[in-house]
């Protein structure tokens, strides 16, 4: 086998294990990351999803009135993924294209209603997303009892990637939370 060829099965190994890196991780133990979800972030001309607008002031209101923050891509590239109030321990997302315009229903599977969600094993949850421009990754965190009186909160996490408009699982739910230090989106 000559130098070249030798030189390219290494590269070739070290993209195939680069490409099961993702899928591997997880099994490891070691949680996905953002960067392993690159996508381009979209810097044109966004399309204001119809639910935002803004007040006489210049703020930010989402279709219910409450404050929001300005439309901008801050997930997957070209979304913009929102968190909103629905009362006390009530929260629900919507997630808007600003580069074609238009709303994925998808994000409705991490909504938190009246009444407060219960899991399996008796706990109230609300989920808190964590995301970013750059990246096709969601962290979601199941933030447990919440608004119930309980001496120590519990928390839960599972990963999601965003592809061909759909949310897919990547790993379980864990039984903590990996993100400390870092405010959700």
Request: hydrophobic letters at 35%.
């Amino acid at each position: 086998m000559t130098y070249r060829v030798v030189q390219c099965a290494i590269l070739g190994c070290a993209v195939f294990l680069a490409f099961l890196k993702p899928l591997s991780a997880q099994k490891d133990g070691i949680a996905p990351q953002f960067d392993q979800f690159p996508v381009d972030v979209y810097h044109g001309r966004i399309k204001i999803p119809r639910e935002f607008h803004k007040d006489t002031d210049g703020l930010w209101l989402d279709d219910a009135g409450k404050p929001a923050s300005s439309p901008r891509v801050n997930f997957a590239g070209e979304y913009y993924l929102a968190g909103h109030s629905c009362g006390t321990c009530c929260r629900y997302y919507t997630l808007n294209n600003l580069r074609i315009g238009g709303v994925s229903s998808q994000v409705n599977m991490f909504d938190a209603g009246e009444p407060t969600p219960i899991t399996k094993d008796g706990h109230t949850y609300i989920p808190i997303l964590f995301f970013k421009p750059g990246s096709r990754l969601l962290i979601v965190q199941y933030e447990y009892d919440l608004c119930t009186p309980v001496k120590h909160n519990k928390c839960r996490q599972r990963h999601f990637v965003f592809e061909d408009g759909r949310f897919r699982s990547l790993s379980k739910t864990l039984q903590s939370c990996t993100i400390e230090g870092q405010e959700p989106e």
